[in-house]
């Protein structure tokens, strides 16, 4: 099991503040990946993220919205087809040149 953010994100990152094994990170490039995305492999499903959602974007993956049940998939694909860590590489990267443009808050 994981918990699993859905299409709710508002690229908020209260949550990565508070994931004990660092397994949440913005999707990048943000016109690509628009969320921030859990790594299914190293979610421990503590659900320290949950409380700290503003918008309630965060849901174990067995109580996600009906609808929204393709976002697990979304979610893992991140980290095995998509950029995953190396996408945190490039928003360090980013940050260091130009600020922190990714993060909202
Ligand atoms: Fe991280 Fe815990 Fe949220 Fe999983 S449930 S993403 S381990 S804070």
Redesign the pocket.
């Known amino acids: 099991m994981?918990?699993v953010i859905f299409d709710a994100c508002v690229r908020d990152g209260a949550?990565v503040e508070?994931?004990?094994?660092e397994?949440?990170i913005p999707g990048m490039p943000e016109d690509e990946w628009p969320w921030y995305y859990?790594d299914p492999e190293t979610?421990?499903?503590?659900?320290?993220?949950?409380p700290e959602c503003p918008v309630d974007a965060?849901r174990p993956e067995e109580d996600l919205p009906e609808d929204q049940a393709y976002t697990t998939e979304l979610n893992a694909l991140y980290f095995t087809e998509g950029p995953g860590y190396k996408g945190l590489e490039m928003v360090e990267k980013a940050e260091k040149e130009h600020g922190k443009k990714h993060d909202k808050k």
């Open positions: 994981t918990h949550c508070v994931c004990p094994v397994c949440i859990i979610c421990i499903d503590c659900g320290a993220c949950v965060i």
